[in-house]
């Protein structure tokens, strides 16, 4: 190990930087410390960690919470990624710009924070599940047959096909229509509010 | 489809980063780290944040300032059960490949295409088979023409091998297992025809 010095039983505190030196190094020789910095030398480069059974290296808290498409868009327009044609100028790297295409060609790109909370809110009362509203939110089904594979065990769970036009409702009401990827197969969304999107719908 | 993750690690920035900013040389180093490689938790997408950065010191005969770091980051990691708008990548014998742009080893095996189906070679691709599904007397081919929802029904992590053969296909550390045998699910098209008839149902 590098400078080993030893451990003269300094507590850990502000001020001396001497003090706070010694004690890190003290907390390097316990139980086989390895920076994990050193490791990525040594794997494969697209694996970087082998199956993390030890919490010694990197503490980490697997999730810390799940994201709509609309949050991670929101995340990279936020840095920038819209503004930028070229490209080169923003800071976000060419795997952000890949994930930033997907996003703009699915739902999440017309929504806003407020939709999305005030849609959240008001799927109270048909008692789906967290997993099941974050579905709704980025997929935006249109019909009872999209539904129908987003939603688990309708019948058992008391979800009727009142309850599934409810929520198709609500969808309609509050979520925006999602752009037109393909110009086709988005015709039905004319009675949305977002007129703006279909002008640029080829009508068939 | 994303999660936030916090983790807590030390990183060492290199002594020629130390003129930027702190906060945007730790990010340079976590990107290089850990952006677009795939964790035990998924694949990394971005970083979110960094919550904290403490330490900064200098050791004996090393160059970098080591900082103990926690911070945030956005990790693809669909949930089983979760809806996907993703696009057909190729197809053969085994089954379906799609793709989201920034993700590619989507498979969908054959048992998991409805049934009655069956495969054909492909009269555009010649190295290609083409599925298609035969429904009530009609034929509803799987091909590039639009979005495929699929449905995620497993994750796995492939371990690193340790040999390849020369040709081989390059090793995939994240492999999803989707689905599209369900209502709802499969090529878009097949279901924009059904919607009408269902919301003319509706309406009566």
Same mark, same amino acid.
């Given at each position: 190990?590098?400078?080993?010095?030893?451990?003269?039983?300094?507590?850990?505190?502000?001020?001396?930087?001497?003090?706070?030196?010694?004690?890190?190094?003290?907390?390097?020789?316990?139980?086989?410390?390895?920076?994990?910095?050193?490791?990525?030398?040594?794997?494969?480069?697209?694996?970087?960690?082998?199956?993390?059974?030890?919490?010694?290296?990197?503490?980490?808290?697997?999730?810390?919470?799940?994201?709509?498409?609309?949050?991670?868009?929101?995340?990279?327009?936020?840095?920038?990624?819209?503004?930028?044609?070229?490209?080169?100028?923003?800071?976000?790297?060419?795997?952000?710009?890949?994930?930033?295409?997907?996003?703009?060609?699915?739902?999440?790109?017309?929504?806003?924070?407020?939709?999305?909370?005030?849609?959240?809110?008001?799927?109270?009362?048909?008692?789906?599940?967290?997993?099941?509203?974050?579905?709704?939110?980025?997929?935006?089904?249109?019909?009872?047959?999209?539904?129908?594979?987003?939603?688990?065990?309708?019948?058992?769970?008391?979800?009727?096909?009142?309850?599934?036009?409810?929520?198709?409702?609500?969808?309609?009401?509050?979520?925006?229509?999602?752009?037109?990827?393909?110009?086709?197969?988005?015709?039905?969304?004319?009675?949305?509010?977002?007129?703006?999107?279909?002008?640029?719908?080829?009508?068939? | 489809?994303?999660?936030?993750?916090?983790?807590?690690?030390?990183?060492?920035?290199?002594?020629?980063?130390?003129?930027?900013?702190?906060?945007?040389?730790?990010?340079?180093?976590?990107?290089?780290?850990?952006?677009?490689?795939?964790?035990?938790?998924?694949?990394?997408?971005?970083?979110?944040?960094?919550?904290?950065?403490?330490? !900064? %010191?200098?050791?004996?005969?090393?160059? &970098? $300032?080591?900082?103990?770091? #926690?911070?945030?980051?956005?990790?693809?990691? /669909?949930?089983?059960?979760?809806?996907?708008?993703?696009?057909?990548?190729?197809?053969?014998?085994?089954?379906?490949?799609?793709?989201? !742009? %920034?993700?590619?080893?989507?498979?969908? &095996? $054959?048992?998991?295409?409805? #049934?009655?189906?069956?495969?054909?070679?492909? /009269?555009?691709?010649?190295?290609?088979?083409?599925?298609?599904?035969?429904?009530?007397?009609?034929?509803?081919?799987?091909?590039?023409?639009?979005?495929?929802?699929?449905?995620?029904?497993?994750?796995?992590?492939?371990?690193?091998?340790?040999?390849?053969?020369?040709?081989?296909?390059?090793?995939?550390?994240?492999?999803?297992?989707?689905?599209?045998?369900?209502?709802?699910?499969?090529?878009?098209?097949?279901?924009?025809?059904?919607?009408?008839?269902?919301?003319?149902?509706?309406?009566?």
């Amino acid at each position: 190990m590098r400078g080993a010095l030893p451990n003269w039983g300094l507590t850990k505190g502000k001020g001396n930087w001497f003090h706070a030196l010694v004690s890190s190094l003290a907390s390097r020789h316990d139980q086989n410390y390895i920076p994990t910095n050193f490791l990525d030398h040594h794997k494969n480069r697209t694996y970087l960690f082998s199956p993390i059974t030890s919490d010694k290296t990197v503490r980490m808290k697997a999730n810390a919470g799940t994201l709509t498409n609309f949050e991670v868009l929101d995340l990279l327009n936020s840095r920038g990624a819209s503004n930028d044609t070229t490209r080169v100028i923003a800071p976000i790297t060419t795997l952000e710009y890949k994930v930033y295409d997907y996003l703009m060609e699915t739902p999440a790109c017309t929504q806003t924070l407020e939709i999305i909370t005030n849609f959240s809110d008001q799927c109270e009362d048909f008692k789906l599940a967290k997993a099941e509203i974050l579905n709704i939110i980025n997929i935006r089904p249109s019909s009872t047959v999209n539904l129908a594979s987003i939603l688990e065990e309708p019948s058992e769970r008391g979800i009727d096909k009142k309850a599934k036009e409810g929520i198709l409702k609500l969808v309609e009401a509050l979520l925006p229509s999602p752009p037109i990827v393909e110009a086709r197969g988005e015709n039905e969304e004319e009675e949305t509010e977002e007129g703006e999107q279909l002008a640029t719908a080829v009508l068939r | 489809m994303f999660c936030l993750s916090e983790m807590e690690d030390t990183v060492r920035v290199p002594p020629d980063l130390l003129k930027l900013p702190l906060e945007v040389a730790i990010k340079k180093v976590l990107q290089k780290l850990l952006l677009n490689k795939v964790l035990s938790i998924g694949l990394c997408v971005t970083i979110y944040d960094i919550k904290s950065a403490e330490g !900064g %010191f200098v050791l004996p005969g090393d160059g &970098p $300032a080591t900082y103990k770091v #926690r911070f945030r980051i956005v990790v693809f990691r /669909p949930f089983v059960g979760e809806v996907i708008a993703a696009r057909f990548k190729e197809s053969d014998s085994n089954g379906l490949r799609l793709t989201l !742009g %920034f993700f590619e080893d989507i498979y969908v &095996p $054959a048992p998991l295409i409805p #049934r009655p189906n069956r495969c054909e070679p492909d /009269p555009y691709n010649r190295s290609q088979m083409r599925w298609v599904w035969i429904f009530e007397e009609q034929e509803y081919i799987i091909d590039h023409s639009c979005q495929i929802n699929f449905r995620v029904e497993n994750i796995s992590y492939p371990p690193v091998p340790t040999e390849q053969a020369e040709d081989a296909k390059p090793f995939a550390p994240m492999v999803i297992t989707g689905t599209i045998d369900d209502d709802g699910l499969g090529p878009v098209s097949w279901w924009e025809g059904c919607s009408e008839r269902n919301n003319e149902d509706d309406d009566t």
